[in-house]
């Protein structure tokens, strides 16, 4: 790790404006992915802006057919909180099955999203349930918020301050491990909310989550496994690596589909 | 048996400091001043120094020293050594490339070792070494086992065809007469994958000169420590034997990957002079993934020859054994003597021949890891006898049982003579535990839930209790194989033993204990066992090969007949007896006929306080010391049972049952006999299903981080059945055989024997992981369909 000026705003007005206006400075939220890559020195910024002691991104609370998650929120406050667990069952479990207790409890709803990792679990959430991601300048739709491997709509000086997922009629993740890091070798999430159906993908696409139109096409017609049978996609556009081949990512995204749904 | 004598499962003594932080690894030691050391390694596989400057480093904030290997050639600091000579075919010795421990002009391997910056923080040395300028001529690199002789690179200038020997053993004429005459023959070609030990504690070192007395201490991750001072001092010339103390602490865990003597701590030991300040340096997990010496890494073609009646003939084998970049310490020693010497397997073979040929590649020095040379042998055998069951469509179980050694000894054509053993007794005990009757009807039950469910067997055998010296020697090891003790008495009765074991996991502090209380009789809390400083203990061998039970335990008993003879003749005078009327039981000298008797610790004191016998006859004071030289290997061997569920949907496996009898003859204490035993499967299931080191073409580590190369997990393995057969071991006093890498051993063939049960093809290859083991069912589900 080089070193670095640790600041430690007490608001997101603060953060954002030492985001603006600090020579290289990065948000830390829960640390999980910043500080590894800070250690092995693949990072270097020259201002870290700490989260932590904003208080109001921490909630979780249902507004209206809602529940809105603060960005500050650990996985693990996320994955035990009642409401999320009593009207986003899905969601709540994705949260419990990120990395291990340690990383679950530092690591952040808003820092996985606005890292948009590949292999991260919450962006196919945030997709496939539809979430608004609020800002302190904007609100902005999930379809229009990710945009590539490791890349967001968010701006230089913009900081996530909760996430709004509606509550789905039914909804289920299934995911597929990496069996050395844990992290989604494939991850499928379904969510179907009235007539809209949404299947989202995560640690396959060569550019990131993604939705799988097809397969959002044939569960509009009927949401059953039967739906998807015969469905599959092409291997080209995903990843591949000495964990899985794309033609193996391609083979488990029907699989982990068919499980969700079935789940859901 | 007492409650805390051999054969009680008596808990661990030492547990108590390890598990509330209370352990003194060399990473907690401090010493006044400590400065830091970091290696800059290499980011090629190959490539030619062309320039180094290290001006800029040296002006670094913080730095104190910048070394090259030019400084240590400057100094007389010799290279890495080879321990172990192998003799080729043609008779010409191994082909050793010089192992410097920081680059001449090449460097060899992704990680090798270019320069070492020492500083005040660790991070002003990194920040130092960044500023190391390296012009690098990139070469091309040699990475793959199979192709490393065929390469048109060469790593060294002695070693034409990148082959550091071409080697040999059994009776060749014998061997491929008998395959003339052979009912069916099966071949079976195997990958034994790469593996990297990943020990909890990664290696660590911290040197100290003295100037006042002109000498050096080096604390060091060590599973033998006076090896390494003896290497360090009359090989690499860091200092006279007398001069260096080295010092093992707590160690956690080895495996095999700390008893080679490295870079690191030589470079640390030697600059702490240089510097005039104690250097440490801790390997973090990366250098410990790219530099630790790897394990296994060969690839195989053997073939079995069978009569018809299922009577084994004759097995050959031709091995290629990937060595790495270099020779690390005993690395010649496990592809040959430690491998083939086990190809017999528990079986009757009149005729064997195995050719082994080891290479140079530009990775990780290979050497022994858990096993050593033994699972590889295992696998070889069980896979072939596996899969010949299955080409003669006979019973697996049956077909060991037809072979397997009946009469001992037994001379294998491969040298080892097995001594004892029952392997009909530890099948027929883990066939009723796996309930293998039952298993049609779990097949069955699982094809309905759309699984493949297969079982599978490896009755294997090894060898531990290295070793006899001169039986070794003749073989072309550098030292002996002996183990000491010394057992000291102090005047209250307390006890000290000396042990040249050194425990990195083991126990040694309880099972020892043991011994001593089950002999004296004094209780568990008043023996202390010492070891790992050369300062404190005389020279001894160290642990590694299951050896510390069967040999290091035998030299405490030589020396506990020591001490027991002498106190009985204090015991005579203190009783006004006959020595020869004395018995000693419970802690207690008794005279034979009577109701006289003193305590051990009465005993004890009148031998330091002298009183009351003559000086003259009897030397005061009670310590006695004892070397035991093995006369035999000791032959543990059992028979592992694996079942296997697929889900052919994913590939994905689960272990659904896992059973091992083992037979390691006389067990001291079976609590910690079972926690070997189930780390050496847990192990052994890694090799099979999850871990694999991954070189790519140019050399890089794919899977130098927990991110991309997969450890076991809890949830990869089961609860396992555990059984135990007994016959003693009859080279020992205890009979005693060994238990430390039986695991590791056995499970590998045991489980992809249930693999490609499963599966229904022998062409599995280690590690079955979830995207290997799909592509397999896939072919399986084509080629069904075309039937």
Known sequence: ?264 | MTKTGIGASVKRKEDQRFITGSGQYTDDVSRPGHVHAYFLRSPHAHAVIRRLDIAAAKAAPGVLGVFTGDDLAADKIGGLICGWMIHSKDGSAMKAGAHPALAQGKVRYVGDHVAVVIAETLAEARDGAEKIIVDYEVLPAVIDTAGAQAAKTQLHDVAPRNTVFEWAIGDKAATEAAFGAAHHVTKIDLVNNRLVPNAMEPRAAIGEYDPGQGAYTLWTTSQNPHVARLVLSAFIGIAPENKLRVIAPDVGGGFGSKIFIYAEETVAVWASKKVGRPVKWVSDRTEAFLSDAHGRDHVTHAELAMDAKGKILALRVKTIANLGAYLSTFSSSVPTYLYATLLSGQYDIPAIYAEVDAVYTNTAPVDAYRGAGRPEATFVVERIIETAARQMGLDPADLRKRNFVRKFPHQTPVIMMYDAGDYRASLDKAMEIADVKGFGKRKREAARRGRLRGLGYSTYIEACGIAPSQAVGSLGAGVGLWESAEVRVNPTGSVEVLTGSHAHGQGHETTFAQLVSERLGVPMESINIVHGDTDKVQFGMGTYGSRSGAVGMSAIVKALDKVEAKAKKVAAHLLEAAEADIDFKDGKFTVKGTDKSVAFADVALNAYVAHKFPTSEIEPGLKEGAFYDPTNFTFPAGCHICEVEIDPETGVTEIANYTAVDDFGVLINPMIVEGQVHGGIAQGIGQALTEGAVYDASGQLLTASYMDYCMPRADNLPSFKLGFTETRCPSNPLGIKGCGEAGAIAAPAAVMNAMTDALGTEAVAMPATPQAVWKVAQSQQKLAAAE
């Open chain 1, 1 to 264: 790790m080089y070193a670095f000026t640790y600041l430690r705003p007490g608001s997101v007005r603060g953060a954002s404006k030492a985001l603006a206006t600090k020579e290289n400075a990065k948000l830390l939220a829960g640390g999980q992915t910043l500080l590894p890559t800070m250690k092995q020195r693949l990072a270097s910024p020259d201002h870290i802006v700490d989260l932590s002691q904003i208080d109001d991104l921490k909630n979780i609370e249902q507004k209206g057919r809602r529940i809105v998650i603060g960005a500050m929120a650990t996985h693990a406050s996320v994955a035990s909180s009642a409401l999320v667990r009593d009207n986003i069952p899905a969601l709540a479990a994705l949260a419990g099955g990120i990395g291990d207790p340690a990383v679950r409890h530092r690591g952040t709803i808003g820092g996985s999203v606005a890292n948009n990792d590949p292999a991260a679990d919450y962006p196919a959430a945030v997709l496939a349930l539809g979430a608004t991601i609020h800002t302190n300048k904007r609100k902005l739709a999930a379809d229009e918020f990710f945009a590539g491997l490791f890349t967001t709509a968010l701006e230089e000086d913009e900081v996530i301050t909760k996430i709004a997922f509606p509550m789905p009629s039914r909804a289920a993740y299934q995911k597929f491990r990496n069996p050395a890091s844990r992290y989604a070798l494939v991850g499928v999430f379904v969510a179907k909310r009235g007539r809209d159906i949404r299947v989202t993908v995560t640690g396959a696409g060569s550019n990131g989550v993604f939705r799988w139109s097809e397969a959002e096409a044939a569960l509009s017609k009927r949401f059953s496994v039967k739906s998807l049978e015969g469905l599959s996609i092409s291997a080209s556009g995903l990843n591949g690596d000495i964990h899985a081949s794309p033609e193996y990512r391609a083979h488990l995204i029907a699989v982990m589909t068919a499980r969700a749904v079935a789940a859901a």
